[in-house]
């Protein structure tokens, strides 16, 4: 969950607080978001790109947090 630090602020605006039961989901969908280069446990230069993108670009930021809330739900 490390890697998650780039991505608080979209789950804090989603309105997601990271439980032990959703963990592994949201997990899943920030993963497929920034594709399948990034590995499970280490943080790369995927994160910071994706992270960056989010920041950027607002419709971006929807898709993920749409992604993030239906996983959760």
Same mark, same amino acid.
């Given at each position: 969950?490390?890697c998650?630090?780039?991505?608080?602020?979209?789950?804090k605006?989603?309105?997601?607080?990271?439980?032990?039961q959703n963990? /592994?989901?949201?997990d899943?969908?920030?993963? @497929?978001y920034?594709?399948? &280069?990034?590995e499970?446990?280490?943080? =790369? +230069?995927?994160w910071?790109? /994706?992270?960056?993108?989010?920041?950027?670009? @607002?419709?971006?930021?929807k &898709?993920?947090?749409?992604a993030?809330? =239906? +996983?959760v739900?």
């Open positions: 969950m490390g998650w630090r780039w991505f608080g602020s979209v789950l605006e989603a309105g997601i607080t990271v439980t032990p963990r /592994a989901k949201i899943r969908v920030i993963h @497929e920034i594709g399948a &280069k990034a499970y446990e280490h943080c =790369s +230069a995927d910071t790109k /994706a992270s960056k993108k989010v920041k950027m670009d @607002e419709n971006e930021k &898709k993920l947090m749409k993030l809330k =239906s +996983a739900v």
